[in-house]
T-cell receptor, first 110, second 115 residues
Framework: RKEVEQDPGPFNVPEGATVAFNCTYS??????FFWYRQDCRKEPKLLMS???SGNEDGRFTAQLNRASQYISLLIRDSKLSDSATYLC???????????FGAGTRLFVKA | NAGVTQTPKFRVLKTGQSMTLLCAQD?????MYWYRQDPGMGLRLIHYSVGEGTTAKGEVPDGYNVSRLKKQNFLLGLESAAPSQTSVYFCASSPGTQHSNQPQHFGDGTRLSIL
């Protein structure tokens, strides 16, 4: 079993749609969680950290469920520019053991 | 505001050749990492460093060596390149233990092809 698993997609959604991605992790001792965005042939860039109480950044909402060991990302009112691959990232204390999910591909169409 | 800089951006090698990829960061980060990314797969950690003069193996270290002689630089070496090492290589850095819950910052990658 992979340490971090994501649905690879692709998710094809129309502009304005709401889309949700889930990610599960296997190490219950994991401490920090993030969502990164990666555009085609570009480097991963931090989208948002994921906090235990859940957090929101504009159209993006991240949730963490430690009991079930999953993380979610909700994108509301999808834009064409949201088309990218979204990477779920799990980190242990200290940060040097960081596991990246393989990513979920999102296509937003006009 | 450079952040993490990787050189070169592209390189084509022949099997058996050697080369070094350079990563430089100007954020005074303690931790640095080298990853490879292949189609359909997530980022896989090759080697990492938790401070100047220290290095450690990651998930896929075979065929690679690294050095961290200066805090701001992390070098990745391929002694004898093989076609299986054709990939996109990303370097990243992060603050370190004293700054928990800090994400990694990435360079824009090196595209390496081994013929």
């Amino acid at each position: 079993r992979k340490e971090v698993e994501q649905d690879p997609g692709p998710f094809n959604v129309p502009e304005g749609a709401t889309v949700a991605f889930n990610c599960t992790y296997s190490n219950s001792a994991s401490q920090s969680f993030f969502w990164y965005r990666q555009d085609c042939r570009k480097e991963p860039k931090l989208l948002m950290s994921v906090y235990s109480s859940g957090n929101e950044d504009g159209r993006f909402t991240a949730q963490l469920n430690r009991a079930s060991q999953y993380i979610s990302l909700l994108i509301r009112d999808s834009k064409l520019s949201d088309s990218a691959t979204y990477l779920c990232v799990v980190q242990n204390t200290g940060g040097f053991k960081t596991i990246f999910g393989a990513g979920t591909r999102l296509f937003v169409k006009a | 505001n450079a952040g993490v800089t990787q050189t070169p951006k592209f390189r084509v090698l022949k099997t058996g050749q050697s080369m070094t990829l350079l990563c430089a960061q100007d954020m005074n980060h303690e931790y640095m990492y080298w990853y490879r990314q292949d189609p359909g797969m997530g980022l896989r950690l090759i080697h990492y460093s938790v401070g100047e003069g220290t290095t450690a193996k990651g998930e896929v270290p075979d065929g690679y060596n690294v050095s961290r002689l200066k805090k701001q630089n992390f070098l990745l070496g391929l002694e004898s390149a093989a076609p299986s090492q054709t990939s996109v290589y990303f370097c990243a850095s992060s603050p370190g233990t004293q700054h928990s819950n800090q994400p990694q910052h990435f360079g824009d990658g090196t595209r390496l092809s081994i013929l």
